[in-house]
């Protein structure tokens, strides 16, 4: 039973509840709660009020603890009652004991439930109390706020504060900083949640207290807590939290706590709190159950499944912020603690941790995840791939030294350990990344192996190694940039003495030339050879052949050198394939030659084309012919030869004929060479001109480059042909609608004259310039062609027809028939010449085309054309001609018989007009000559009418009525009009007879008959 107490003041609960927490003071404790003598209402207004005051906050705590004293006092001995001292060794007597006194504390609790519900107060009150220390001792540890800020408490607090329950606190010494969570909350939240979030908030100090003082109820939760830690926090910095490793159990080691009190308090046993929830005593104030969100682990671990746990924590960590170091601490700790399994996992993050913070790192990298799986999923050459991505020239010997060698010897170690040793794994990593990085990194690595190093410093250690892997990579390389580059590594390859004989070793040079070229040569199995395909080719062969080799690479590199700097650079590996190539060779030298003013410096002196020819024949080597060398296959007078065709090529003509002046090219280039050359060269300047002018252009340059040999007729007659290029162009001739003509289609053109038929089809005056026409096809390359100037003359002839300007017609056919009459005369095969047959049938075709014109006026011109005609048309073609001379001469007579008639009526006579006719001695000689030809015998007498109507008469039945030239319709229908002009065929007998008539009477006229 509780003892009877002073009622407190009337108002006391009234004022007490009114007042707001941030009013509570002590001083409303001391005279609102303290004389109040109901304990039960006290130890409620107690537990009631939560306080951010830390002081009052305590001393409401010590007033609630100190109310519920007696109440605990009764229930123990009420409890205790029963006991029977005597029999408390027996365990079935304290079995029954046990069962009683809980019978009696449920007795005793139904019966006074205030003390009851005192007792449940003060298990909550001393909860509180406990925690208020633990904050108190947070706060002390928790850094130094400034000095204008409120103090959070007064003074420092004891380990143990309850050493005297009514002691007060001792004066700080040093004032506190401010606690991570505030009092209120600290207080009332559970403490696995205070403790995930001071975790999750890296305060690891004020979990470190936490854990000391209440490891009991945070010990099962303690991985939720571990797991709250971001995975970025340096383990570092809570290793003292992570789970501990018991080597003599083999299973985690379960941490010890220090709580604030040593012993439990009787509201806090089994015994009182089973009766406490038995008799569902109504207080609602309690403390929030522990671990709900969270899952329990209340054993410790066996070592398989820490060892778990560390893998999973440092996988994650690795992976979710790519931190190698922090997962590296983690792993580090754990090892340190004994954990198994983790060693190679170490190994692995130490690794990480140097291509993340010590591997030069691109713009790329920090996006990169690395995991423990993906590292491991990596293959070493993948792994050395990614230390060296970002290496420079400057960095890759450290990065070398540093990151891969010991990655290297890692892998060289764990072989070891799993009884595979690998003594060529360093070497073999080594080379596979040289045959692959670019040459700046090559040469910086070989620069850091040279054979005047010492062992130890070296990277590339092995000089024959060092060898096949430099040939390797420059034959295996496409750069044609890099050839400083590609002299650095060759100057730090070792040299060998190999005292043999110099002619076997000249023929075993060339065959490891030769046998190289076709390695490298692509084949449909292996388009291009790759640097580690030409180290499997290096690498059986001995160290004889590796320094032969290194020689040929010598001459190589220095070729290609000279390539370069004239803007012809190619691969090494070409200088191979073309050993044996006169064709690649000779290619080379043109581009070479012909390029020279693509290169940076344009060659505008005599000294520069010296110094290009020099190098073309340094290139060409020696007379006897050094294989060794980019152009062996091409003799010295080859080579010059290339270089003049390039030095015109480029058009600088002066600079050209200042050389030809010079010793050495006098000595290899003849006359004829150089003017084979020069037509060579112009010919392609002509080939390529988009105009035909010879005064600008490509065409200029082609008419200039002619100047350059002496005079000679090939030369002149080329460079009339671009003067008549150049005219005919001028005549704007196209080869399409509104596409001029161009000069490579005037070149290519078959028939030439062709052009100068389309020029007089093209414009209306040309052909009254006589002159010039012919001046244009005598440069069109038919200079003393006769047969070209009566085709000429034709075609002017028939122009002038064709626009009715008989008067010039008929003076160019007179020109062409004594331009043939002159053929025939100077001519020794006599008529038998093709070339006299060829213009006789042009000359009489064009002069019976003008002699049968029917607009023509004048009569005399036109029988005088006939008869030329027939003077010069085959036997088979007279009928037609004569033919066509009777109509004529019949309308002549008509002609005259009416002038005649006039002239009598006109009362006196006048003389006859003269008129031009063809003399009877010349065309007496003409026949005769013809008939002669067609083997016909006629007798010596000066009666040449006689003779020739005889004659004509004998051959007329056998002559045939047909034309096979240009005039075939017109003198068909002449051979088929009858005099009063019918169309009507006739028998053959008919025929024969008009014909013999015909060339009677045409034969008696062309003799000098009287017309009359």
């Not at 909860?127 to 007064?154: H, K, M, S």
Request: proline share 5%.
């Amino acid at each position: 039973m509780s003892t009877a107490t002073t009622s407190p003041a009337p108002d006391a609960p009234s004022q007490w509840i009114a007042l707001a927490d941030n009013d509570v003071s002590l001083d409303y404790v001391d005279k609102l709660l303290k004389p109040t003598h109901d304990d039960l209402w006290v130890s409620v207004a107690c537990v009631d009020r939560i306080l951010e005051d830390a002081t009052v906050q305590k001393a409401l705590l010590n007033l609630g603890v100190q109310r519920t004293s007696s109440s605990i006092m009764r229930a123990r001995e009420a409890a205790a009652g029963v006991a029977s001292d005597e029999d408390e060794g027996m365990g079935q007597t304290v079995e029954v004991d046990q069962r009683t006194r809980h019978a009696s504390l449920l007795s005793y609790f139904a019966a006074e439930p205030a003390d009851a519900q005192l007792c449940r107060i003060r298990a909550v009150l001393l909860e509180r109390l406990d925690r208020l220390n633990t904050w108190v001792q947070i706060c002390q540890e928790a850094p130094a706020e400034d000095e204008d800020e409120e103090d959070i408490i007064d003074g420092e607090w004891e380990d143990d504060p309850w050493a005297d329950g009514d002691a007060a606190p001792t004066q700080a010494s040093s004032k506190p900083g401010k606690a991570p969570i505030p009092l209120a909350g600290f207080l009332t939240t559970d403490l696995v949640e205070t403790a995930c979030a001071l975790a999750s908030q890296e305060h690891f100090a004020a979990l470190r207290i936490l854990v000391n003082r209440h490891g009991t109820t945070l010990w099962p939760y303690r991985f939720s807590i571990l797991d709250c830690i971001p995975e970025y926090a340096p383990a570092s910095e809570y290793r003292d939290l992570l789970p501990p490793y018991n080597p003599s159990l083999d299973a985690e080691l379960m941490q010890t706590s220090n709580p604030w009190r040593g012993e439990v308090d009787y509201t806090e046993t089994s015994e009182c709190t089973r009766a406490l929830e038995e008799c569902r005593v109504p207080f609602s104030i309690l403390s929030p159950t522990a671990g709900r969100r969270f899952p329990p682990t209340p054993t410790p671990l066996s070592t398989s499944e820490l060892s778990s746990w560390y893998l999973r924590r440092i996988d994650h960590v690795l992976l979710s912020t790519g931190m190698a170091d922090a997962a590296l601490v983690l792993v580090q700790h754990a090892a340190s603690q004994g954990v198994a399994g983790l060693d190679e996992v170490g190994e692995d993050l130490s690794l990480i941790a140097r291509l993340v913070y010590d591997a030069p790192q691109g713009a790329e990298s920090a996006a990169e995840d690395w995991s423990l799986e993906r590292w491991r999923s990596m293959s070493p050459e993948d792994v050395v791939r990614a230390y060296l991505a970002h290496s420079t020239e400057a960095s890759i010997v450290r990065d070398i030294q540093k990151l891969i060698m010991p990655f290297l010897f890692v892998l060289e170690s764990r072989a070891e350990r799993a009884g595979m040793p690998d003594p060529s794994l360093i070497t073999r990593m080594l080379y596979d990344y040289i045959l692959n990085a670019p040459l700046d990194i090559v040469a910086a690595i070989f620069e850091a192996s040279k054979p005047t190093l010492t062992q130890g410093r070296r990277i590339i250690q092995d000089d024959e190694g060092m060898a096949r892997i430099a040939l390797a990579c420059l034959y295996g390389s496409d750069k044609l940039d890099e050839w400083p580059t590609m002299s650095r590594i060759f100057e730090c390859l070792p040299a060998w003495e190999t005292p043999e004989d110099e002619e076997d070793e000249t023929d075993e040079t060339d065959t490891t030339i030769a046998s190289l070229g076709d390695f490298v040569t692509p084949s449909t199995t292996r388009p291009r050879a790759t640097p580690s395909d030409l180290l499997l080719f290096f690498k059986p062969l001995p160290t004889a052949s590796l320094s032969r080799a290194l020689d040929v690479l010598d001459v190589h590199l220095e070729s290609g050198e000279i390539l370069s700097r004239w803007s012809v650079p190619a691969p090494l590996r070409w200088f191979l394939q073309s050993n044996a190539n006169i064709s690649e060779q000779r290619s080379r030298a043109n581009r070479m030659a012909r390029r020279a003013n693509a290169a940076e410096d344009q060659l505008d002196t005599q000294e520069d084309w010296e110094w290009l020819l020099d190098d073309m024949l340094k290139l060409a080597g020696s007379d006897e012919g050094d294989s060794r060398s980019a152009f062996c296959l091409l003799s010295r007078d080859d080579v010059i030869r290339i270089f003049f065709s390039g030095l015109l090529s480029t058009g600088n003509f002066d600079i050209a004929k200042k050389l030809l002046k010079s010793s050495g090219l006098h000595e290899s280039l003849d006359h004829q060479v150089i003017e084979d050359i020069c037509l060579t060269c112009s010919q392609e300047f002509y080939d390529n001109a988009t105009s035909g002018n010879y005064h600008f252009g490509d065409m200029k340059l082609a008419y200039d480059c002619l100047d350059v040999p002496e005079p000679s007729d090939r030369v002149t007659q080329e460079k009339e042909f671009i003067e008549a290029t150049s005219r005919l162009c001028s005549f704007n001739l196209m080869s399409r609608p509104g596409i001029p003509i161009s000069p490579i289609e005037i070149r290519l053109t078959k028939d030439r004259l062709s052009l100068v038929s389309r020029v007089l089809s093209s414009n209306n005056d040309a052909y009254k310039h006589t002159e010039v026409i012919l001046d244009l096809v005598r440069k069109l390359g038919f200079r003393n062609d006769v047969v070209a100037e009566v085709r000429t003359l034709a075609m002017l002839a028939e122009t002038a027809l064709q626009v009715e300007d008989f008067s010039r017609a008929y003076e160019t056919s007179e020109t062409m028939v004594n331009t043939v009459l002159l053929l025939r005369t100077s001519s020794a095969l006599g008529t038998t010449d093709p070339a006299i047959q060829e213009a006789s049938e042009v000359c009489w075709v064009t002069c019976f085309q003008l002699g049968r014109h029917p607009e023509c006026p004048d009569a005399a011109k036109k029988l005088v054309l006939l008869g030329r005609a027939l003077e010069f048309c085959p036997a088979e073609k007279l009928p037609d001609i004569l033919a066509a001379w009777r109509t004529l001469e019949d309308e002549d007579i008509e002609q005259r018989r009416e002038t005649f008639a006039s002239r009598k009526r006109g009362g006196r006579r006048k003389s006859t007009p003269s008129r031009q006719r063809v003399t009877g001695a010349d065309v007496a000689a003409s026949l005769a000559t013809r008939l002669q030809s067609m083997q016909m015998h006629i007798p010596a007498s000066p009666d040449a009418a006689a003779l020739a109507s005889k004659a004509l008469g004998r051959v007329a039945a056998n002559i045939p009525f047909s034309f096979a030239t240009r005039g075939r319709s017109y003198l068909a229908e002449e051979s088929g009009r009858s005099r009063s002009g019918s169309r009507t065929r006739s028998d053959g007998t008919h025929v024969s007879e008009q014909a013999s008539r015909a060339l009677q009477k045409g034969i008696g006229w062309l003799l000098g008959a009287d017309d009359e």
